[in-house]
């Protein structure tokens, strides 16, 4: 899943899903807060972060624990 040309990295799901795992990484964080908060602080729509949020999830990258969001540990 390759950016195509022209395609505005801002809103890229691979851009913007590294910046949600970057989130994330730091602690397990509410997906309400990451779908409001978050796309407020990015200066994306929530369409865009519920994009990247499935993208994450379907590359085994995080994991979805009640309210929360987390990241697989890497070793």
């Known amino acids: 899943m ?17 910046k949600v795992l970057k989130k994330i990484s730091s602690g397990n964080v509410e997906v309400d807060w990451l779908l409001e908060s978050f796309s407020t602080e990015v200066g994306v729509s929530v369409d865009h972060i519920i994009l990247s949020l499935d993208w994450l999830y379907m590359i085994g990258a995080v994991y979805i624990e009640g309210e929360r969001i987390r990241a697989y540990e890497i070793n």
Do not use: K, M, R
């Open 2 to 18: 390759l950016p195509s040309p022209g395609c505005d990295p801002e809103i890229n799901v691979v851009v913007l899903g590294a």
